[in-house]
Every structure is written in C-alpha cells, then in structure tokens.
C-alpha cells in the first residue's frame, strides 16, 4: 500500500515537472515544437561545426548533405531568441561561413 502511494506521489511530480517546463516554454513566447527543434538543432550544430573544422575540401554530395542540414540548423535557431544560443555564436558563425563558402564555390562552378 505504501509503495502504491509513493509510486502515485512520483507520478505526479514527474506530470507536475512537465506542465511547469510546458508553461516556462510558452511563458518565453515560444512554441513547444520550435523549443524541441532548437534542442536537435543544436546537437546538429555541434556535429557541423566540427565538420566544417575539420575538412576543408568537401565533393560534392558532402557539400549538398552540409548545406541541407545547415539550413535546418539555421531555420531552427532563427524561431527562439538569441538570449537562448549566445554561447553557440561562435559555432553558429563559423558553420554559416563555411555555407557560405560552400554556396559561393557551387555557384561559381
């Protein structure tokens, strides 16, 4: 009966923890959704920037797959405040130059 109740009480708390998170999100002016896919976003941030360090010659399908994935890096981060990734600006900038790069050097060929 008491492992029953403790069990009922952990329950709530968890559902009580959600809700409170929910309502800090939409207090922040934010969707749940757009706040998720900040989340994935900046795992694939981080996933970028490291490729965009480390090679400097990319062929062609890389460089497709690079700026793919560094548009739905970009479109996340644009739909939350920048208060929420100032510490990833500098990722952010170098992954963006590296489109940038990218973009011009398809254009060009």
Do not use: C
Not at 22 to 33: D, H, R, Y
Request: proline fraction near 2%; charge should be neutral; avoid cysteine.
């Amino acid at each position: 009966m008491t492992l029953l109740a403790i069990i009922y009480i952990l329950v709530f708390l968890i559902f009580a923890l959600i809700a409170f998170a929910v309502m800090q999100i939409k207090m922040a002016g934010l969707n749940v959704k757009d706040f998720f896919t900040f989340i994935q976003a900046n795992e694939m941030l981080d996933k970028l920037y490291r490729f965009a360090v480390r090679y400097e010659k990319l062929t062609p399908m890389e460089q497709l797959i690079f700026l793919k994935e560094a548009e739905k890096v970009f479109n996340a981060y644009e739909k939350v405040p920048e208060v929420l990734w100032e510490d990833e600006y500098q990722k952010y900038m170098e992954v963006l130059n590296k489109y940038k790069d990218i973009k011009v050097l398809r254009w060009v060929s």
